[in-house]
Each structure stands twice: as C-alpha cells, then as structure tokens.
C-alpha cells in the first residue's frame, strides 16, 4: 500500500476570543414577522450559540421564548406557534457578562406604563455597574445580571411622550458599546452607540416590511434589499412597510468600529462600512504577505476562517496555496474535554493533517488569532508530524495585549499570552520556526480605512476610559448562577 | 363463573376548587438547608403541582431553580447541588392569578438595593391591580403577571432600616389573603395577613434550626418540634437556631380562616387553628349524618379526600362503612381528555365500582364538595350500573354559590352549578335519590368554633370588600403567556 | 397552640414483593384498538411500573412501540399515532428475568414466516434456561435475556398449520408460570399454564369486540361484560367480535392459583376465581382477628393496601378502626435513597403519623405481608413517637420463607427476614409488643378455598419443581445490561 | 454606503447521494476501548447521522447501546460509563435498506451458543431478500428489516470450530457489498466483500492494540501507525496488540471499488487504494478543467465538498479561483421545510452569493454531482441575482443515470435527473449558460487507475447481476416502521 497517511496529536478547543451576541428585529404588514425573525437568527448563530430568543408583539401583547441551545433546539414548532404578530425581536446569546443560564438570556421583555417593551443587546456599557447601583438606589429590583436588564428598566422609566423620545433621553447615560434592538407593542425600534463599536444594519424585505440585524449576512437571508448601517449614534424604528431615521447622539468626533469583526467575528458574507468582510480578509492576507514574507512551498490556512486569508498571502507571495488541514465538522459545540486516553493515544478529534501536500514542505500557516496561545502549538506539532520541514506561523493581526471593554471576551489581560511574552518567547512557545504577526498599519491598510476603528485590544488605547473590564460574572455576588 | 363483576362509566376530571399555593422556609445552623427545603416541598405537593421552586442564600449569594413540574421531576440531582446554604425558600405552585408559564413560578428573586431577596406566596391580594398599575406608573418594569412580583418590588423599594421594618411598613398596602414567607441575605421571613386567610406555621428541627410551612405535615414530616401558628398580621423571623416574632399589624377583629381548607385542601396529617384536619373531617361526617340521615345499607365514600368523613357518617349513622369505588392511583395528573372511542366505549379511567359492596344496597355516596358539578352524575350513575338500588348523595360542606377573592380557583360565579339550581334541581342533575348538604351550621359545629372563619363561598359575605375576582390571566394583557 | 403533632420517623423504601407484568390484549372490528389497549394499560400499572409496550396490527403489518417508564410517560400522543389497528397487545413491565433496560421490555415482535408475531407474557418458566440453551444450540441469536424471547422464537419455529396448533405444540414445553396474550396477523391469542399460576381473563367489548387481560379491573375500566376467567391450559382466541376457546392442555389436577395475588397484588376491584380481591382482603383482616386477638384501643392499617383488611380486623374484633398513618401520594417512583441529612433530622418522606388518633392508645397495626422486614421496624417506632402506648403488628399472611419460582420477585431465600429468625426475633426485630401472623389455614378460609391454590412462599412446597431460583440478572451472563 | 448586497434564493435541502454506514472495530490490551470507538465515531460521522451505535466486550460480556442521532448526542457520559472492554465495535448509520427507528439501528447484538456476537455493517447484499427467506423458513424470528440481522443469525447458525471459520463459511452465501465488523467474546474480526466495494482499513494504535475502520480519517484520528487495507475477500481478525489476516475468498477478478466514495463520500483526509482523496479530488477538478474548458473570470465551488476540485480546475484552468458561496454551517442537521413564507419572502437558509466576487462576472460553478438535480438550479440563479453575468456549471463525474445496489441511496431510477433528460435539458433545467460533466474516462484519470472500480451508477455496467434495487422499506412488509 502506498499511501502516505499522518498522524493526529492532541489539539485543544478553540482559542479564539468569543462574540457575545447577535441581534435581530423584523416588522412587516402581516403576521409572520416570528418565523422570519427565527430564519434570521440562524445566519446569526455564529454570534452566540449559548442561548436564544424571540419575543412577538401582535399589536397589544408581547410573547416570548428564550432557552439555552442552539436557534434549531430552542425553537421548535410548539414554541413557535404562539410567536405570531408583526413585530418581533430576537437574539443569540453567548455570555459576556451576566453568567450562564436562562436567567440572563435574552429578549429581556418587561411591562411597563406604557405597554410592553422587550430588549435585544449586543455590547457591553462600561458605567453598567454604576447605573445599576443607582436604579437598585430607586428602589428597583433586579432579577437578572445583565446590561439589558439595566438599559431595560432604565427605558421603562424614562420620560418621554414616545418610545423613541425614552430611547434617545436615556441614550446619553449609557457609556460603552451598544447596538441594541427594542420591541414595543407595534414596532421595533433600533438604536447605536455614537461609536459605532458594533454592528447594525436595516434593509427592506422583499414583500414589504423591514428587518435590523447585526449582521448583512442575516438581511441577505431574509431576501433583504436596499441595505444600510444604523449610524452611530441613530435610532431606526421600523413599523410595517415603513422606516424612521433620527440621528439622537452626535456621532463621535471618531469613530470605533471593532477590527475583530473583520478579523474574526463576523461572516464572510457580511458587509460592514461599505467593506465586504470576505474581501478584507483576502488583502488581510496579501497584507500579511508583504511584510512577514518567508520562503516557503505552500500556504496553508487553519479551517475555516483563516481560508480567505490564507488564499490572499498565496496570492501576494506567489506561493502555492493548498489544504493542509481537516477540520471534522461534526465536533461543533461537542465539548470533549481531553481525556487521559486521548493524550495516551494521541487522538486529535478536530484535526487530521493532510500529509500529501505537507510531507518535506516547507509550510507557511494562516492563523487569524493567538489570544491565550493553546491551539497553535499542537497544530504546528501536527504538520510536523506529517512530514512538514518548516513551520512558519503567520497571524492575520498584530498580538493581542489588552482585554475588550466593549463586549468580546478575550478574557482578563492575564489570559492573553502576548501581553507577557516577546515575539521570540511566543515563537518558541508555539514551535514554529517562525513567528510573523500583522502589523496595525498593515491591517489598517487591508480594512482600508485610516482611521475610525477601535484597536484598544492591540493598542490599548480604549476610546471610552473605564474601569478595569468587569469579569462576566461581576454582578453575580448577589444572585448566584444556577445551570439552565 | 361465580364473581360478580361492574362496568365503569366515563369520568370526566376532577370536580374540585384548586388550591394556589404551598409555602415552605428552613434556616439552620448549617449548610443543608436546600436539601431540608427539598424534602418540605413533598409533603406540599399536594397544594399545587404546577410548578416548583427553591432558592437558597449562604449568606452572600442567593441561588434559585425553578421550573414547571412536580418537585421530584423539577429538583434532579444536577438542579440541587448548587443549592448549598443556610436559609432557603421553596414553593409549589397551583397557577391562580398569572397563568401557567415559568415566567410566574414561584419564589421570585431579585437583587436591591439591601442584598438578594426572594418571595414565595400563598393567597392572593384583592388589589393587585392597583398596586401593579403604582408601580408601572412609577417607573418600574413588570417581567411576570403573578402579585409575587408586585409585593416584591414593593419590598424592595420599601423604606426601613431592616427587612422587617420593610415588612411591616408594606403589609398595610396588601388587602387580601397572604401567607408568604421571604429569604433575605441571611434569614428567613414569614408573615401572613391580618385576617389570616391562609395557613402558616413554625416549628423547631430536631437538630437545630427552624421551618415555618404552609402546613403542618411539613413540618411532621422534617421532624419538627414545638409547632405554632404564624399569626394573623404577625411577621416571624427565623435565622440559624433562633426565631423571632412581631406582631406587625393588630390582626382583624373578626379573623377569618378558610374554612375550606379543613374541607378539603390541607392534608389530613395537618393540624390548623389547634384542629386535626382528619378529626375535623369525620366530623362533618357525623354531622353530616345527624342533619341529613337516611336509610341505607352502606356508606360509601369517594376516594381519597372524603374517605374520613363517611368513616364519620357511618359511626354515626349506625350504617356500615365500606369502599365501593377504586380510584386508578396511577392517573394522577395524566390529562386524558375524553376520546370519542373512551364514550363509545364506556371507558372508565379514575374508578371502578365494587359490585360485591353496591349490588341491591341502599348506599350513601359521601363527597366533600360539589363545584362545578361534573363528576357526580357520572358517579352515582356507576354505582347504579353496579347495582346499587338507591344512591343518597351526601356533600360534607354547603352548596357553593360565590367565587372565591382569597387564593382558591373556584372557577366564577359562571361556573358554579349551585349557584343556579335548587336543591331539587341539583339533585335531578346527578340524578342522586336524594342529596344533601352539610349546613353552615353543622359545618362550624365540626370544626368547633364559632366564627372566625372565612365562608364567602357558601355565603357571599366577603370579609374583605373587592370587585370581582380577576380572572386567572387577568395580568396578561399585555406579556402574552408562552408554554415553558 | 393546643394542636398536637407527631414527628416523623424515617421509613425505608416498600417492603413488598414486586409483581411482574400485566397483559392485555384487544381485538375489535373497527381500527380503535391501539386506544383501548393503552387505557387498559392504566388499569394494570400497579403490576408494572418499570417499562410499557404495545403493538398493534392493522391485519397485514405489526407495529410497536415500547420504552422504559410509566403507561402515560411511554405512550405520547406522537407514539400512539402509528398504533392503528383491530388487533393489539399491551404489556406493563416490572422486571423479573432479564434485567432492566429496553432490551427486555415488552412486547417481543418479530416477523416469522407466518407473519408478524408478538408476544408479552406475565410468569416465569422454570425451564427457561434449559430451553434457551435448546435454541441456542440450534443455531438461533438471541438479542434479549427475557423468557418472553425465548417463548416467541418457540412459537415462529413450531409446526402446525395455525397459529393455535403452533401454541398448542409448544406449550407442553413450558413449564411454570405463564399468561401469556399473542398478537397475530388478523387475531389476538391467550394462553394459560395449567396449573393457572397468575391470573387472566377475557370480557366483551360494549360495543363489540373482545379484551383479554390480566386483571379483571382492566375488563371493567374498558367497559368488558361477559367476564370470564381463561382457564388454566385453553387457549382463547379474540378476532373481531368473536372468541373462540380450546383446551389445549389437561388443566393440572391440583390447580396452583398465587394466593399473594389476593394478599397483596390484584386491585382491589379485581375478581379471579370468582371471588372479590376486596372482599377477600376483608375476610383476611376477619380471620387475622379471630385468630390473633389483642386487647386494644384502635385498628390501623399501613395504607392503602391493608385498609380492608384493618376493616375486616376492627369489625371482628370491635376495636374502633381509624386511621393512624397518612401516605404521601407524591412520592410514588420518587426514589429518594435516605440521605444523612435525612437520618439526622429523622425526615419522614413516606408516612406521617395522626398523633390524636394514636396517643395514649394501644394500637393493632395490620400490614399484608413481611417480607425483608425493613419498614416494619419504623412504622411501629413512628406509633410509638406519636404515643401509641402499645403496639401490635398483625400480617394478613403467614411468614414468606420461601422464594417464588413462578413470577414474583420476594428476592431470594436469604433476603426473607422469616426464613432465618423465630416469631420472636422477629418481634424484637421490629420492636412489637406483639406480633401475629395469619395461620396457612386462616388465610385459606378467607379466600374461600380448600386447596388449588400455590402457597410455595410459605410453605416450600413448590408446585413444580425446579432447581434453584434464577437471579434476575441469570441470563445476563453474556450480554450485559446497559441503562435505556 | 457602498458595499454591494447580494439577497439569497430559495435553495432546496441537499441534492446528494447518502452514504449509508461508517464502521470501526477496536482492541486494545487495555479496558479504554469503548471510548476509542467512541472518539473515532466522530471521524465517521459524514457516513451516517442517523443513528449510532456501541458494542463492547470484556471478555465474557457485551453491552450494547444505541439510539437515534448524532454521535456526540447518543453518546452522554451516563451511556459511556457501562462501554468498558478490551474489544468494540461501533457504527453510523443512514438508513439504507431498513427503514428509520432504533429498530433497525447498529450494531446488532446477540447471544449464540459461541457466546456474544455483535454485527455493524456497511453495504448492501443483492440477495438479502433470499437470505431472508431462507433464515424464515428455518423457523427464525426476525425482530428488525435490515441485511445485518440476516447476517448476524446466518453467522450465529453458521458451522465451523472458530469465528473466522463461521465467517469464511457464510461469506460465500453472501452477494454484494460488505464491509463488517463483529465482536465476539474476546477478539474483533473485519471482512471485506471479494469486490471491495466499500472501504475497510486496519490501523495499530500508538501505545498498542488495533483498529479497523471505514475510513483511514478515522485511524489518523485515533493516532494509528501501519495503515493498511483490508483486502477484497479478506478476513481481519484483531486481538489484544496483535492482528492476523486470512484471505477467505478469492478475490474478484475485476475489483469494483465504489468510485463515488472518491468522488463525494469519503472525507478529505482519508486514503484508499493508496490515493488520496483529497488528491483525487484535485485532479477531478483539473480532467475537468481540460474536458469542459470555457472562457470566464472566476471559478467557484459549491462549498464545502467541491473546493478541491474548484481549486484544481482553477489551477489547470488558469482562471482565478474565489468563494462565491457562504454557507451557513449551523443549519446542518436543521430539517427546515420550505415554507410559504421563505417562499414568499425569497428566504435562502443554506448559502448566501458573494457578490463583490461574482457581480459582472463570467463564473465557472463546480460541484460535484447531479442526482435529482434539485438544488442545482436554486444555485444558478443565487448567482445570477448577486451580478453573475455567465454561469457555467461544471460537475466532477459523469451523469448519474442507474441506481446503486451496493449501499448508496441515490434514490430509484426514476428519480435521477440524468436518467431521463439529454444534456441539453438538463442544462436548461437548472438554467445554466453552459453545463460540463466530467467524462468517465476523465473521472478515472483522475483517480489514476485503469479498471478496478464500479461505476455503474453512470453507466449501469452491475460487477454483481441482481434484481431491482429494493427500496429502503422493502422488508417493512410485515412489522411496520414506528418512530423511535
């Protein structure tokens, strides 16, 4: 027999900093906004896959149903059948703060004087801790330990003739990264923060009627037309077939959009600030290959996010691209801790090398991260043992030094390994032979903007000042976590 | 073939009031007090098996898990161990105002202001519409449609340098029926109305530490000592080994216990107002027997509730007691709705009749109550299919006419076949050969007071003026319910 | 306070023997059989409570449905959807041979050359495992470790030209215990050894049709007329509106009906033999006073299975029956292994004492039988904490020495309290001041009968011979249980 | 804003052939093999997601445990615990003949006179239906519809003093595809068909033992060394660290090697017949490139299966490779019908276009394959709307015009597109400007074997004469499929 075959090694989960969530609003004229708003969350799932939710106003009353699980497994035909109306929100949830279980998922739907008002947020408020001691000071009690509770209330109880006039009076006390969606009785209403830390964009469905999400990805699925960002800064209310602008805050003076959207976040598929998030990634690459070039026989990408870079880098360098790892798709959200067995018997569970376009190469690898820095060393050890001569590691961004303030888990700056370690110690970590990160310039120049992007991660300078980042479960001290 | 043998008739589902709540709170010395709530909650199974909740506090954090189900089905080995500390709170839920849905089980907990506070509640406020409507117009958020939420965020936002004096400053606002016990930081909290509607008692562990429940077959059955009743308008505190009580307000001048709960709530094992529940049931067997005598062979009772009381109409009576009816212990809560086939048929799935105890007799059917009147006719028609030559309905309580404003779903007015029909008329319906109920009189005989009771059921005379009774979904007009 | 209250002692799980299985079978000539057959089920769940099986044929194919749980867990709306037909069987399963798990629920299907063939089965062959060693040896695979499998591939392989010749051959094979009911292509079949160990019996349909079952309170629930006994050795045929009845086998001389069947295991509402198991349960209690009086204050039975018999005790003997013990109705499958919380508390899940029915009195307690003799020993104890002054224990049966080879589950020899101590070791073991056991004689005057029935558990004399009992688990040698 | 959306269409599930079953055998001279079986199930999971199943030994006993759905949900740590042995087999499974439901799920496990055997197979024997017939009319009883219990009871009654004898005996009797594995008391034994249709390999695990697999990805994941084929006709028995081979039957003079499993089924990183997938998947891509050449600016894959040959043609093609497709990897196993209002609304849940990559563009679309042609044309035009000025569809292989016998679900005759239209109404069909199949001759010049393999998919050339292809519920005659 003369096939070549490699060997798997041991490689563990993930270490890719984690998107906290995904956010959806959907109205139209007749009555199906639930199950397009459940179709919507789907494209929307790489965003969170710890919780979801969908809340349905028909009108006069609110309904909804969260649960932990995928979009697939919390809504199922009995609980969408009650989700009926024309005004619906949804969310997908993994947890920034606020901890893990139900308790936390999110809409977030209250009664309030003024009729029902369920709330989808994706960000994180750097005063939260702080607006949430002063409504406790009012008396009120809170039973979740989320922001959305926070900015929930704080609507519930803000002045206003309008639902629109509240938002935009209460705008102004929230600090930090917010792009958040509102159910009412007969509309959804949409708002941003003045930095533009996260995304959200409005289209027009095909038959009528509009929808808001996080993601392009998610109006493309929906059949959307005539796209556009929520500005920084603006409220959106979408009613029916019809759609109100006001610009509530001034923009900042500059503006901070997350790179890590374009890094890793978000979908290929997604266009943000008029930029294909595809496309970005490809000159990510070719960016990449300017200035941390090496000689080397093929360019070989981590499966799958680093796949359109690492088609950019061959494509600059010259060098051939080809497939170098196998991702099994199946693993997924298996958490499959590893076992002594495994590390006994070397079972790698998520990769297998692709020995044949490996053996007595000399190999460039795309990764797109190194946050804590555990999975690049074993899959550096897995090209090896599949024959690779040399194993240069390129990252399609600079070192991540500093934790977000702005709703991605990184973890605290303690997890980050390069906030602690010189290039020469990360590459020796990680056993490459060499190490080549992105510069800030050079992704800058792949995004294509100069300026209005937020790089506090890399940099460390936060555009909003605050506090140290709270851990996800600071406001857990007095209502302790209890699973699903 | 010798045996005599009876065909059942269809059955439909049980004719009884509801009972709302069960309400139980432990502290102790030590940190096994989620298990003692545990073991509580089984013996107050039978006041609502909806729902179930515990939440515990260690003295920092307060932990809760709730869910639809009965106790053993909710508390899975996985759901307890969190639930770790020193003082805990526990409910099993009837659904009356709120519908049914997670989002209204009980105990509900919040983070203020002062530390974690969880509320769990038997009885229900005749003005919790307006105190709902205060506090939306105040700003606040409504996230369920039950009055526990009301009376908690009224707690919360209560002024008073402890959580007693929060207590007592707020129980004037409550009208209405309550016996709710409260879990705070460190301690437990129980009060009860002035008018003492619902029953709630305290008793000493074994080994230290202290339980105050709905009902005394909780406190039997974790071992408790020196039993007392939680008083009318008192507020009682218990933490660690210790208990303290204050009458908070003057209880009513005419208190007013339900009556019903002697008649058919509380279980038989409970002892209330210084009464045995099951001594009180023969009872009103006996008197039933001294006002509405009859001659017959055999008195026979309609398992389980009103077994008590036809041992108590028969010792009387001088007529022999046996069974003549065998309920199927296994249907429980199995909702089988009755099938074209089960009416063809002639399935009988709750009870079969014991022909050897029926054929040719005489018998007396003794039954606690007659509600909405729907399951008697079926029954007496199988003792008549098993032979019997007479049936003499006998009911241990008297007709109710009015809907109850306390706690107990009766149904409406509406609903109410004694509201409606004469005695004769009654009797043509079940088609009984004569039927009769227990007097007020006797009734108070039985329980051996002479006022002091709540018997707006029977009379119409509510000791505490409201509008009509809210409908179960009365809240939810605006938070639609949603299946868990 | 003047109420007085018992605490509660901790009681261990049941003492009881564990019944087997329940059968049932229906054929109609309209398509509703799949219904009829799962409200049968109901009524024959105390024999059963482990697993649930039925299967339907609509006269060409056989379909089944069968899982680990309760009638009314295992038998969803979705499952009973395909189960249409004219022909079925049921089965409730508490496991004898063959472990737990779905491996051996029942029914067995399986297609033969003459069509579908399903089986379920109550009893146990004493000669299983020289039969499956038979089958083996021939060449067959065996996927269960059931007698039932056993049985059904008998039956595919047998010669005759109808399935009732098939029966007919095979059944001089078995022996021991068997009521079985067979599902065919067009038609339901039943079968009884000849020694008629466990009970069967066949009734009409209402409205056409024809059940057989293992307890005549399944004829009844289902409406059946015309209820007669199968005969130890016929076999009856149910097809449509027709019945059709062969002796198959000469009936044993001395016929071995399980006296237990009327001590502790048929529903009360039952009939076999043409006695009434209630009435036959009264006699035992009259017997029990007559030969084991006691001067005393009350009779109290342990609930609910020795009520009748405390009746029947208490009006022979005139001491005043009452009840003294109140049963928690909701711990039922709840298993909840006592923990050291609970035997420190001394928490008492099971069973609260009536403290004013009990105090300062001298009780007869009346219990059906005493098999490990492990609740016994608590529930006097629980009397006494409530101020029984005196106790006397009275079992409605004589003393279990003897293991049952025919269906039952006592455990074996050495797990039977009263094979190892004197009447008063035993006495001291539970701390009785006296104890009294039904005499053989006693018990066969209250059933009415002077022999014909299998009294092997008290006595030793088995009926058939057999080497040892097998073990639950005998055949699981080779192929392991695994959890559903 | 500048960035260019592209909206979805509506895109039917897969049009795909399904693989039938992957299977592995494990041994190891240590107790861990069930979690070796299980970790290489997920390597095999693309073979099957309806089903799974585990059987493991000790030695003396097997256990068993399978169910409905994916290996990762089948497989809780509660399952795991009992799968302790030195010897495993495992299997995945989509239902090929046999019907869906547990019934029919793998491995099948029974006891013989030998002592346990359990049976996982993937293929399909063309005169199953005879086999069946034959082991019926012995007087058998069969309980599920599939070939592998055929199999299973042929080698239970087989003679011989061994296993291996058994299996060299029956092998013989068995016509068509079959690659099994069994489980016998102490040792796991493979056999391969003469032909070779589907794959088998035999792998030694690191630190000692073996393991035999569908699929060498599986033996990469589990760290296996000396990979090799087991032979067509072959018998593999492993033992403990040591392996020895038999050649039971002559192998086929013209091999028939499933060429499809190169074309679409196996995964990326597996080897057979010494050639990489992978590899093969390229060159599929570059014969394509030289037969159906057209002038275009961008070649795109449908991903994720036909990238590698989108990146070969691009290579032999000289036009730039690029995604123009995104799929949503979260809807996976997510059956979303397609409903009114997707189709209303133009919801497309699968792929979104990329349209900076394809707007204005001449787009070259490879896929690689056409079965009943479903979702081609959905594609075409998702495209076409996202800018696609040309689309010109290339497929990997040639028309798929016959149904397979040998183990691949492409459905009936009837339903293949190619069967019935000229390449000219298939083109117009899915509305492309031009439409490519790769020829046969193209197809193996890719692999890069002469003969050896069956196509006889596209040209209806059976290596093994046989009737008509059953369908999958060709043995539910009898008992009839119910869901799980």
């Given amino acids: 027999m003369t096939g070549r075959f490699s060997a798997g090694a041991p490689v563990p989960t993930d270490d890719r900093p984690n998107e906290e969530c995904g956010v959806i609003g959907v109205t139209s004229p007749s009555e199906e906004v639930g199950e397009l708003v459940f179709f919507g969350l789907f494209a929307l799932q790489h965003r969170g896959q710890e919780a979801a939710g969908i809340a349905v106003s028909d009108g006069v009353q609110a309904r909804l149903h969260k649960a932990d699980g995928l979009v697939g497994q919390v809504f ?167 759609v109100r602008r006001r610009q509530a805050l001034v923009p900042a003076v500059t503006p901070a959009r997350c790179t890590f959207e374009f890094v890793y976040f978000s979908r290929p598929d997604s266009v943000w600030d008029g930029l294909s998030v595809h496309g970005v990634r490809q000159r990510l690459g070719e960016e990449l290959a300017r200035e941390a070039s090496v000689v080397a026989d093929v360019v070989v990408p981590v499966p799958d996010s680093s796949i359109p870079a690492a088609v950019g880098y061959a494509r600059q360098s010259g060098i051939p691209y080809n497939d170098g790892l196998i991702k099994n798709r199946y693993i997924g959200r298996t958490f499959i801790e590893p076992t002594p067995v495994m590390r006994k018997r070397g079972v790698a569970m998520k990769f297998n090398a692709l020995t044949e376009n490996l053996a007595g190469k000399r190999v460039v690898l795309i990764d797109d991260s190194l946050v804590r820095g555990t999975t690049a060393g074993p899959l550096v050890q897995l090209l090896r043992d599949a024959g690779a001569t040399e194993v240069h590691l390129r990252i399609t961004c600079p070192p991540i030094r500093h934790a977000c303030h702005f709703g991605v888990d990184m973890g605290h700056d303690d997890d980050l390994i390069a906030a602690h370690l010189t290039l020469d110690e990360l590459r020796d970590v990680v056993k490459a032979d060499t190490l080549g990160f992105l510069s800030l310039e050079g992704m800058m120049r792949a995004v294509g903007r100069d300026g209005g992007y937020c790089n506090a991660c890399f940099t460390g300078a936060y555009p909003v000042a605050a506090g140290a980042p709270r851990r996800k479960d600071s406001f857990e001290r007095v209502l302790g976590a209890v699973p699903g």
């Avoid at 095909?206 to 699925?221: K, M």
């Fill in 76 to 242: 199922t035909p009995a609980a969408m059948s009650p989700l009926q109306g024309m005004n619906g929100i949804g969310h997908t949830r993994y947890s920034t703060t606020g901890g893990v279980g139900t308790r936390n998922a999110q809409p977030f739907l209250v009664e309030t004087v003024h009729g029902p008002l369920a709330v989808a947020h994706n960000g994180n408020l750097v005063n939260a801790g702080e607006l949430r001691t002063e409504l406790l000071t009012r008396g009120f009690g809170l039973t979740a330990s989320s922001d959305t509770e926070v900015m929930t209330l704080m609507l519930a109880s803000a002045g206003g003739p309008t639902w629109e006039d509240r938002v935009a009076r209460t705008m102004p006390a929230w600090t930090g990264a917010y792009s958040v969606v509102l159910l009412v009785e007969n509309r959804v209403i949409a708002a941003r923060d003045p930095w533009g830390f996260r995304p959200l964009s409005v289209g027009r469905l095909a038959d009528g009627g509009y929808v808001v999400a996080s993601e392009t990805c998610a109006l493309s699925t929906l059949g959307c037309r005539e796209i556009s960002e929520v500005l920084p800064g603006e409220i959106v209310t979408i009613q029916g077939d019809t």
